[in-house]
């Protein structure tokens, strides 16, 4: 059946109308609200489409469309990965559409009908993405993707800041992009076709196919935020409107992890071992990156854009381990590997994307980013506190929620590394799980500061107290999103046939989605298993009978009183511990990583003031550096730039002498 | 799931919820010992108990339903870990539900959810002590992870029932490695359960202290259930450490009659008993810690761990 690819089309094109619709009225709210919860619809419509498809065993579906230029029209393929991450595009994008139509208002520096542009735009081009089947298709999905969120992350763009955070941005997508093309190029073989499916069937040498693999690591790499490419992540995701936060961090993303899958499994053929080591120590050393630095940040977007950075190394991690397994001939391992990196990628679209809206209420009702300037807002903002905090939950990847289901994943393929042929790296890879252990703990303690000095504690500033909750669209998408933390944590059976239906047509080898209904053993029913719903059951199974008893033999009598702490009297928001404060345990162990520039005031100060700058040291290590040598060559290359006409005369005239003695020799 | 193995598995809850506090009595027994005091009476955690139980509770005006609701969460979540791990018996029909690692998460849970529930209300030291308890708790993870990296290397499973059935079937041949997993996971058991020398369970020295920091707004039977799930987490990890390193005892797989159960409990009771001395004189003999040694402290656990991995990956190879 090509229905589906067919349906899928046309629910792609309804994003396009429903975005160039909005332009009938440009300054109507009211339109753009409705034309996002259409949106929405169609986003859900998506997840549905794609999960049947999964669930039917996800036979590919080709379609040539009569779109493009002359002899080179679009080839579009739906096959099992493609449904998988369309999946998670239609999943996460239908609770962000919902909030997003509660969400924007009047005053957010670009008219309300553009930014709807824009963002179906966003949308539709991420869709098409992942159904692209050819070279020139996916490179102008990718690029419409990347302008369409430039333009989002600069909605604001009257703040220089904002401005150049987006510029920035604009200009590692395009190095990025430059590295994806020559990467097709390498991979058409010396064919010169250009389709994915002429490039499954090139046979590249190792050397062609490594340059090939690095080439999409470049360019795939800078877009999923992978150190040292990461630097625009934290400037970016900050600088844009909240939804437009959390599509990027949680789907776009995750498009790079769906083009580095393509091309490593699927397009090419030839696979080298030390590709997955190279891919693993990558991804560890991103994850610790990220999770070292959430922890010092005070601004609440950045903190969640480096925790981003951490996923995205999780993510990395199990590609890379599913690598190492595939070429050592350990299928089943590197099935289990490559579960653990796709239902990751789904659950941090589910959780991350929670939270970046949660943080979007936050600041709608406060007016405040700023870590320093928050607290106590679980008693204004109880529906927002709530349902982040099962965001908080489930990042921090415990059970039984769904971050820890694609942990558990992960260690359990960790565990099985010492089957690997190779010696040395052997004694090594525990280590590596050993890292993942401690960025796991790391986000915990992360995430412990985020939700504790957002939602808990006094209020930092007395104008917290007028924080109002958010609306109920709002409520509704955030609610989504929660649901789906919580469904494939009680319910990992879900994510893991999905994904199974993936790794049987990549790898031909899948793990056992579910042992019993009750809980799941992806190896064999004798090792290792978890079951994500009796846990939670029994949580609240005791946690009832523990309250019944307490009521019916003690009592439930309670007293409010004054806060005790250790009966000291005088009590302000201003001693609690700060965002700062957290940090500080995180600074003084991993100093190494910062550039740390601090103001402490002096005994005798009048008006003590502390100040802390934290930087990164990748920033002035590589990127000043390569900016100083382009300005250096720009320098010398502008030593011929005289500014007389004469001189340019002169010019043409020696070019034209030069290319004659070619020409006649 | 047939009646018997339901009962049994009740049993085993019930028997872990009442004994736990015994076994922290025992602790404070033995150290007052040690350290020429006169000691407490061993039924004293639970009058303890039974007076915070019957006090009205002072709550902190502006505590939220999150404040109330941790103590029940933590009773709940350590309930439940004594019901998979395997103390007396392995064939239970909960065991299956989480692994070692994913019991690892469970008490991960737990702690996230106190330490929450300590920057609650604001005060200075429940947010330092919710910042201590998140620090010792991400040091300490990959070295615990170590641990069982090694004892399924040895034994093929992160399962507690599979490793005490590995352990009856092959008894003889017990890996030099384990000793060091032994030793990394003791120390991880000290750093954990807020006991000397990374936190002082009997301290109420305001700027030292980590887990009495975070309990300090709780009062009657809020206090009392966060206490009893406290000995109740202490008793799981000991018998963590029962099922990875000193599995003997434990009825395994077929033993189903009254005499395996009934040596179960009685070598149960001996172990918690040796155990417990055992802890009492550790403590007694080391001094807190600064809170920045304790990187050190936990990072040596760690290498310790990984050094018995490699000690098992040598001898293999």
């Known amino acids: ?665 | 799931m047939s009646g018997i193995t339901f009962i049994r598995q009740l049993a085993e809850v019930v028997l872990a919820i009442a004994i736990a506090p015994l076994f922290s009595g025992w602790i404070a027994q033995c150290r007052a010992w040690l350290q020429n005091r006169s000691a407490p009476p061993l039924l004293q955690p639970y009058r303890m108990l039974d007076k915070l139980f019957h006090k009205d509770a002072a709550l902190a005006m502006d505590a939220s339903a999150l404040f109330r609701a941790t103590p029940y969460v933590l009773f709940g979540a350590m309930a439940l870990a004594a019901a998979i791990i395997p103390s007396l018996v392995t064939d239970l029909p909960l065991a299956r539900v989480a692994d070692a690692i994913a019991l690892i998460g469970l008490f991960a849970t737990a702690r996230v959810f106190q330490s929450l529930a300590a920057m609650d209300i604001g005060t200075a030291f429940g947010t330092m002590g919710a910042r201590r308890e998140m620090m010792v708790g991400f040091l300490a993870e990959p070295a615990l992870l170590m641990v069982l990296f090694n004892a399924f290397l040895v034994f093929g499973s992160t399962a507690l029932p599979d490793l005490v059935d590995g352990y009856a079937a092959h008894r003889a041949a017990v890996d030099p490695s384990v000793i060091f997993a032994a030793v990394a996971f003791l120390m991880v058991l000290l750093a954990e359960n807020a006991r000397l020398p990374i936190d002082n369970p009997a301290t109420h020295l305001e700027l030292t202290m980590i887990h009495e920091a975070m309990l300090l707004e709780y009062s009657a039977r809020h206090l009392a259930l966060v206490e009893w799930a406290s000995s109740l987490k202490l008793f799981n990890y000991a018998c963590i450490g029962f099922a990875l390193f000193l599995p003997w005892g434990i009825a395994t797989h077929g033993q189903d009659g009254g005499l395996p159960l009934f040596l179960a409990f009685a070598a149960l009771i001996g172990k918690l008993a040796l155990a417990g001395a055992a802890l009492a004189f550790v403590e007694s003999l080391s001094a807190k810690l600064r809170i920045f040694r304790a990187p050190e402290y936990l990072a040596m656990a760690f290498l310790i761990a990984v050094l018995g991995l490699l000690v098992h990956l040598l001898l293999r190879a």
């Open chain 1, 1 to 665: 059946m090509v229905h589906d690819l067919r349906f899928l089309l046309i629910l792609v094109t309804i994003w396009v109308v429903l975005g160039l619709a909005g332009l009938l009225g440009l300054h109507s709210i009211r339109l753009e609200r409705l034309l996002f919860l259409l949106g929405a619809l169609v986003a859900f419509s998506v997840a549905v489409l794609a999960g049947m498809f999964l669930a039917a065993g996800g036979t590919a579906q080709v379609l040539v469309l009569p779109l493009g230029l002359p002899d080179l029209p679009f080839h579009i393929r739906l096959d099992a990965l493609s449904a998988f991450f369309l999946l998670l595009v239609g999943v996460a994008g239908a609770g962000i559409s919902t909030f997003a139509a509660g969400y924007f208002r009047s005053g957010e520096g670009t008219a309300p009908a553009l930014l709807g542009l824009q963002y179906h735009v966003f949308l539709a081009s991420m869709a098409v993405v992942i159904l692209a089947d050819d070279a020139y298709l996916f490179m102008v999905a990718w690029e419409t993707m990347a302008l369409s969120s430039y333009f989002l992350v600069t909605s604001q763009h009257r703040i220089p800041d904002i401005r150049r955070a987006g510029f920035l941005y604009l200009i590692m997508a395009h190095v990025g992009a430059i590295c994806i093309l020559l990467s097709f190029g390498v991979l058409q073989g010396g064919s010169w076709q250009f389709t994915f499916d002429a490039m499954r069937g090139a046979s590249l040498t190792p050397f062609w196919a490594t340059t090939a693999f690095l080439l999409a690591l470049l360019g795939f790499g800078a877009k999923a935020g992978l150190v040292p490419l990461h630097v625009w992540l934290p400037e970016a995701h900050p600088a844009a409107p909240s939804p437009v936060s959390a599509m990027m961090s949680g789907l776009m993303l995750k498009t790079a992890i769906y083009g580095m899958l393509r091309i490593s499994f699927d397009l090419l053929h030839v696979r080298l071992w030390w590709w997955g080591a190279l891919l693993l120590a990558l991804g560890l050393f991103s994850a610790l990156y990220g999770a070292i630095f959430a922890a010092v940040q005070t601004d609440m977007k950045r903190l969640l854009a480096y925790s981003s950075i951490e996923n995205i190394g999780v993510i990395f991690t199990g590609i890379g381990l599913a690598i190492l397994f595939e070429t050592s001939g350990l299928r089943l391992f590197a099935a289990l590997a490559f579960t653990a990196a796709l239902v990751h990628a789904l659950n941090h679209a589910l959780f991350k994307s929670l939270l970046f809206l949660a943080t979007g209420s936050v600041l709608h009702a406060t007016k405040q980013r700023s870590l320093g300037k928050l607290g106590g807002l679980i008693r204004h903002m109880p529906w927002v506190a709530t349902l982040a905090l099962v965001g908080t939950l489930s990042i921090a990847g415990l059970p039984p929620l769904n971050g820890f289901v694609s942990e558990w994943l992960l260690l359990q393929s960790f565990l099985f590394t010492p089957q690997l042929p190779h010696a040395f790296l052997n004694m090594l890879i525990p280590l590596g799980a050993a890292a993942l252990a401690l960025t796991v703990a790391l986000a915990a303690y992360v995430m412990v500061k985020f939700y504790g000095v957002i939602f808990l504690g006094q209020p930092r500033e007395a104008s917290l107290a007028n924080a109002r909750d958010a609306n109920w669209l709002e409520r509704l998408g955030l609610g989504w999103l929660a649901l789906g933390c919580i469904v494939i944590g009680v319910l990992p059976q879900l994510a893991l046939r999905s994904a199974a239906a993936v790794t049987g047509t990549l790898l031909g080898e899948s793990v056992r989605p579910s042992a019993t209904v009750w809980w799941i053993a992806p190896i064999a029913s004798g090792q290792a298993s978890y079951s994500g719903l009796i846990l939670l059951l029994g949580i609240v199974g005791v946690v009832g009978v523990a309250f019944v008893l307490v009521r019916f033999l003690a009592h439930g009598r309670v007293r409010r009183t004054a806060t005790w702490d250790c009966g000291y009297p005088w009590q302000t928001s201003r001693m609690q511990d700060t965002a700062e404060g957290f940090g500080q345990p995180i600074r003084h162990m991993f100093g190494g990583f910062f550039r740390m520039e601090r103001d402490l005031p002096s005994p005798t100060d009048r008006a003590p003031r502390y100040r802390i700058h934290i930087e990164d040291r990748l920033w002035r290590g590589i990127y000043l550096p390569i900016a100083r040598g382009v300005q250096r060559l720009a320098d010398a290359i502008g030593v011929v730039q005289s500014g007389r006409l004469s001189i340019y005369l002169l010019y043409s005239f020696l070019t034209l002498i030069a290319l004659l003695i070619f020409v006649l020799l």
